[in-house]
């Protein structure tokens, strides 16, 4: 998988740096081919957050069937830095990625994309550097306003920032608390909330993070 690269070794300042230099290469509309294999990408941190532990679950689509997984594990070499989390986390992402045999058509992060300070979140971030698709799929607001979601699931509500619209809020599931799903890359947000619901079954989170999920975590 080809990767646009820049340095990973950096100062928090240099971080920020990077990421309003890369933003401006983030595509907000729909630049999609079939969507035959949909990934989810989850990270763990072990032995006090001093290794991380990426995970890539690739399902076919729409079926849902688990097709492919990858994991890989690297010593952390990033602070946690709210805002900054791709710079610890995408590294090991990378290398889970480029041991796939199937290239995913889209991305679903647990993460932010384009709901962050300086709208770059990690699934902005993996997008730019692979060209992939990428979706957000946060499980707790980092930036933004919201109006009350209504309680039964497929309802959302904008999420807005200085007047701007950087996500929605989407009930995933009746009565259970919602997602927020931003954009990352080469997709518009009315089409991230419909393959995020059509990766849904009956869980809050989609069958992608959940099988990511427990990858990293096992």
Request: hydrophobic residues 40%.
């Amino acid at each position: 998988m080809a990767v646009n690269r820049h340095p990973w070794d950096v100062t928090p300042e240099e971080a920020r740096d990077i990421q309003n230099a890369l933003r401006e290469q983030v595509i907000r509309e729909d630049r999609l081919e079939n969507v035959r294999y949909v990934a989810g990408v989850d990270v763990g941190f072990e032995a006090q957050n001093t290794i991380t532990h990426a995970a890539v679950a690739v399902l076919r689509f729409p079926e849902l069937e688990l097709h492919e997984q990858a994991t890989a594990i690297r010593k952390t070499s990033f602070p946690y830095v709210p805002g900054l989390l791709s710079f610890r986390e995408i590294p090991a992402i990378l290398d889970a990625l480029n041991q796939l045999t199937q290239t995913p058509d889209l991305l679903l992060c647990d993460g932010q994309g384009l709901a962050h300070p300086r709208r770059f979140g990690l699934a902005c971030h993996l997008g730019v550097l692979t060209d992939l698709p990428s979706i957000g799929v946060a499980k707790s607001r980092l930036i933004g306003k919201q109006d009350p979601v209504p309680e039964k699931k497929g309802n959302w509500v904008p999420l807005t920032d200085k007047a701007e619209t950087i996500g929605a809020v989407l009930r995933s599931r009746t009565g259970v608390n919602p997602l927020y799903i931003s954009i990352g890359h080469r997709i518009s947000l009315p089409t991230a909330i419909d393959y995020v619901m059509r990766c849904l079954t009956r869980y809050r989170l989609p069958e992608t993070t959940r099988h990511a999920h427990r990858i990293a975590s096992g």
